[in-house]
């Protein structure tokens, strides 16, 4: 996605080989404009897939997901990390150990959003070795749900997250594919595995 791509050459900064930090317009700022494309495109690339719920996570998933079920005009649903006051019935839950942060967190749903039938789109806002939708694809299976794809605003490709997720069958796209990154220094990667 051409204008994603720009965005995160001209406000994007490469921390280390590993970290890109993108504050001012996905992950503290956000560019609202942007995130109104970034949905459009998404429901652009898992069209024809009858999508009945988007599938995220907090917090940073929350805006992508929004545009994108928006677009679709069908509820999100984001997945808790902290204990909430009130999500306390009918619990589902999965374990997303994050190698970044060095932390494994338990992620929660309530079983009553979702019913027979539901075909979730999983959005997240980056994808590095893939815990984070790996415990969301989780979540569907322990509430019936079936995956009708994995939608990612940037993807390190240089990790594993998705190539593992490809091969195991998912339709996973990723708006922005990053093949490299340098300190101070961005390359992309075709945005689909080619
Ligand atoms: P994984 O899900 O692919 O396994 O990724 P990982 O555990 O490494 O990611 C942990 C957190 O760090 C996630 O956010 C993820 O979005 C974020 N993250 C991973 N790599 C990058 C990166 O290069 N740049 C930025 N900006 N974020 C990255 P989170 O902890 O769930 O936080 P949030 O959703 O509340 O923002
Ligand atoms: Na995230
Ligand atoms: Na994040």
């Given at each position: 996605?051409?204008?994603?791509?720009?965005?995160?050459?001209?406000?994007?900064?490469?921390?280390s080989?590993?970290i890109?930090?993108?504050?001012?317009?996905?992950?503290?700022?956000?560019d609202?404009?942007?995130?109104?494309?970034?949905?459009k495109?998404?429901v652009k690339?898992?069209?024809?897939?009858?999508?009945?719920?988007?599938?995220?996570?907090?917090?940073?998933g929350?805006?992508?997901?929004?545009?994108?079920?928006?677009?679709?005009?069908?509820?999100?649903?984001?997945?808790?990390?902290?204990k909430?006051l009130?999500?306390?019935?009918?619990?589902?839950?999965?374990?997303?150990?994050?190698?970044?942060?060095?932390?494994?967190n338990?992620?929660?749903?309530?079983?009553?959003?979702?019913?027979?039938?539901?075909k979730?789109?999983?959005?997240?806002?980056?994808?590095?070795?893939?815990?984070?939708?790996?415990?969301l694809?989780?979540?569907?299976?322990?509430?019936?749900?079936?995956?009708?794809?994995?939608?990612?605003?940037?993807?390190?490709?240089?990790?594993?997250?998705?190539?593992?997720?490809?091969e195991?069958?998912f339709?996973?796209?990723?708006?922005?594919?990053?093949?490299?990154?340098?300190?101070?220094?961005?390359?992309?990667?075709?945005e689909?595995?080619?």
């Open positions: 996605m051409q204008l994603l791509k720009d965005k995160i050459l001209s406000e994007g900064q490469a921390l080989e590993d890109l930090k993108v504050d001012s317009f996905l992950n503290h700022q956000m609202p404009m942007l995130m109104k494309e970034i949905g495109e998404f690339r898992f069209e024809k897939k009858e999508i009945t719920k988007v599938l995220t996570i907090e917090s940073s929350i805006g992508p997901g929004l545009m994108a079920a928006l677009e679709l005009e069908v509820p999100l649903i984001f997945a808790r990390k902290r909430s009130t999500l306390t019935n009918d619990l589902v839950t999965a374990s997303v150990h994050s190698f970044t942060k060095k932390e494994t338990t992620i929660t749903v309530s079983n009553k959003y979702f019913e027979a039938g539901d979730v789109l999983i959005i997240d806002d980056f994808l590095a070795v893939g815990q984070a939708a790996r415990g694809v989780e979540i569907c299976k322990q509430v019936g749900a079936e995956v009708a794809g994995i939608g990612i605003v940037i993807e390190k490709a240089f990790q594993s997250g998705g190539k593992d997720l490809r195991q069958g339709q996973v796209e990723s708006l922005a594919r990053i093949a490299e990154l340098k300190f101070g220094e961005i390359t992309f990667a075709e689909k595995e080619g």
